[in-house]
């Protein structure tokens, strides 16, 4: 994912959406850096380059084509602290760290607490954590 949040950049695709009336009016493809799901890069790109015009429209479409809420939740952190980390390297002028192979990685459990109220772009309200259950 921090390859995508990354390449999103240097997407053209992502470029023309910003400029248009509507990201919906643009046709094509995004400039991928990474063998992610069309729908993952799609939505980390679209967060990283063009976030005030999502919508809670997008976010249910996104969710309804069996994109699981935790993994939205995931995305959504890790592309933050990602964005954050290439910002500052920017502002300070430096290159960007050399990113850790996949073979290093662990996997991933996409998963978030039933506590967490489902309210559009809202997750940070929890209340208390139990996860016994866990939405997938």
Request: hydrophobic share 45%; charged share 20%; net charge negative.
């Amino acid at each position: 994912m921090a390859r995508e949040v990354r390449a999103a950049f240097d997407c053209d695709f992502c470029g023309e959406r910003k400029k248009a009336l509507s990201p919906y009016q643009v046709e094509g493809r995004h400039y991928s850096n990474s063998n992610l799901p069309e729908a993952i890069f799609d939505a980390l790109h679209r967060i990283v380059t063009d976030p005030s015009r999502l919508s809670e429209v997008w976010f249910k479409q996104l969710v309804f084509t069996g994109f699981p809420v935790g993994k939205y939740v995931t995305l959504v952190a890790v592309t933050v602290f990602v964005l954050n980390v290439v910002t500052f390297h920017r502002a300070l002028g430096l290159p960007l760290e050399e990113l850790p192979s996949m073979e290093s990685m662990g996997t991933d459990s996409w998963v978030i607490g039933r506590s967490i109220q489902r309210n559009f772009a809202a997750f940070a309200r929890c209340g208390e954590i139990d996860f016994g259950e866990v939405y997938a």
